[in-house]
């Protein structure tokens, strides 16, 4: 994928939601929630700061992370679902 994100955004995957509840029920797709984790697949080079220092990011490609519900934009590219978003929307990476 040639894209990368400006300053301190970074390009997202979802994960797959869970196909069924632990009573092991069957969850229709119109009932799915969408997933608040994914993947980072890409970062920008970082935010700068007043004085025009880049400041490091603190996540990285491969990441797995949490994210607000309503975070990012929604994006198609290469016919894959991804999302953009602010660094400041993650909430935190999965060890």
Known sequence: ?????????VLVRRTESEEKTKGG?????SAKEKPQEGEVVAVG????DDSG???DMDVK???????????GTEITLDGEELL??????IM???A
């Open 25 to 29: 029920l069957i969850i229709p797709d």
């Open 45 to 48: 080079a970082g935010a700068r």
């Open 84 to 89: 953009i978003m602010k660094e400041s929307d």
């Open 61 to 71: 490609a491969g990441d797995k992370i949490l994210f607000g519900k309503w975070s």
């Open 92 to 94: 935190g990476v999965i």
């Open 1 to 9: 994928m040639a894209f990368t994100p400006l300053h301190d955004r």
């Open 53 to 55: 220092k880049r400041l």
